[in-house]
């Protein structure tokens, strides 16, 4: 999965990316900026490979960009570029000032700054579609792709992202090609000071964000990349102090997974404990052709327990004689937590 982490200059949006990268993450050079792959968290795992104890464990992987925007315009041709391909985009707002970073005449106003990126993305995919229609109007071309394009620019008139507009069938199929910005899954994060940390800083922000029906993380990424740098037992120490068991890098992380409606299933064994991501609402034919295309290709049965089940008895055995374990078909729709193993035949 692709995160672009995005913001206007001055948001944090860099500081934020070096604090998910950290010193022990492998940070590579991409076209727009640089690139780093995260693990989504999952206490499952852990809890998993401890029971197992396989050879290897595998986490779901996350792949985050540092987006380079323009200034004083951050969309530039080349930022437009690098955010159609990705598949969740992270907008960093600012809710800091500093003696490097004074506040602009007026202060701060992230819900204005909200706004006005929101807009810029909206235009920038109205132009798109516009151009598009221009030429199929030219053409004298009528068909689903005409149709979904009025579709969207009736909604970016209104000021309504395309991630609010229900597209089906030929319709998604046909403005998928152009990779619209405003398609895309929003998670919006507030780059604080440090000392708005425990509370709730601009509240009405969180009204805004729930408006756009996006998820809202609150950190201060200056302590965020201060965190990445301890080692993992003084980084749960300093965590107790703030008063918080889980990083804002781990919710990040997490929320961008989220955001995508993506759930995880696990495979579970001596050589490997391993999540595997797919779309919410998958069936386990889908799930198994994950794993391999074979076991999509030959599958016969899916055994499934909840992992939170297998947790609690402790092992297969038991979990089977409480009747927790079960045969599934291919049209079982494979849910958040399940541990899978599929019986095949090619």
């Not at 076209?31 to 499952?44: E, F, L, Q, S, T």
């Not at 402790?314 to 979990?319: F, H, L, P, R, V």
Request: hydrophobic share 40%.
């Amino acid at each position: 999965m692709e995160v672009g982490i995005f913001g206007n200059a001055g948001s944090g949006k860099s500081t934020l990316f070096r604090a998910l990268a950290g010193p022990g993450e492998g940070v590579s050079p991409g076209r727009h900026g640089g690139v780093c792959a995260i693990k989504v968290p999952d206490a499952r795992v852990d809890r998993l490979a401890e029971v197992f104890r396989p050879k290897k464990t595998t986490h779901i992987s996350v792949s985050f960009h540092d987006i380079d925007a323009g200034d004083p315009d951050p969309l530039s041709t080349q930022a437009v570029a690098a955010l159609k391909g990705v598949e969740v985009l992270v907008l960093v707002l600012r809710g800091f000032s500093d003696d490097y970073h004074p506040a602009p005449p007026g202060g701060l106003d992230p819900v204005k700054e909200f706004r006005g990126m929101a807009s810029a993305l909206l235009l920038s995919d109205y132009l798109v579609a516009q151009k598009r229609i221009e030429r199929m109007t030219k053409e004298a071309k009528r068909d689903a792709e005409w149709t979904a394009l009025n579709k969207a620019i009736e909604a970016f008139e209104k000021e309504v992202p395309l991630r609010d507009i229900d597209l089906v069938g030929e319709e998604e199929r046909a403005v998928s090609g152009f990779r619209f910005i405003t398609r895309l899954p929003l998670l919006l994060v507030l780059n604080t000071g440090e000392g708005d940390l425990r509370g709730e800083a601009y509240p009405e922000l969180s009204r805004a964000a729930a408006d756009a029906k996006a998820p809202l993380v609150r950190l201060c990424a200056k302590v965020e990349e201060e965190i990445a740098q301890l080692s993992p037992g003084e980084q749960a120490e300093f965590l107790r102090e703030l008063g918080t068991g889980q990083s804002a890098r781990d919710r990040l992380v997490r929320g961008a997974f989220d955001a995508m409606r993506y759930i995880s299933f696990l495979t579970v064994g001596e050589d490997e404990v391993r999540a595997w991501s797919v779309r919410r609402g998958s069936t386990a034919v889908a799930a198994a052709g994950r794993i391999h295309s074979d076991l999509e290709k030959g599958f016969i049965r899916a055994e499934v327990i909840p992992s939170e089940d297998f947790l609690r008895c402790g092992s297969m055995a038991k979990a089977k004689a409480e009747g927790k374990w079960r045969l599934e078909g291919k049209e079982y729709i494979v849910k958040d937590g399940d541990i899978v193993h599929v019986r095949f035949n090619v």
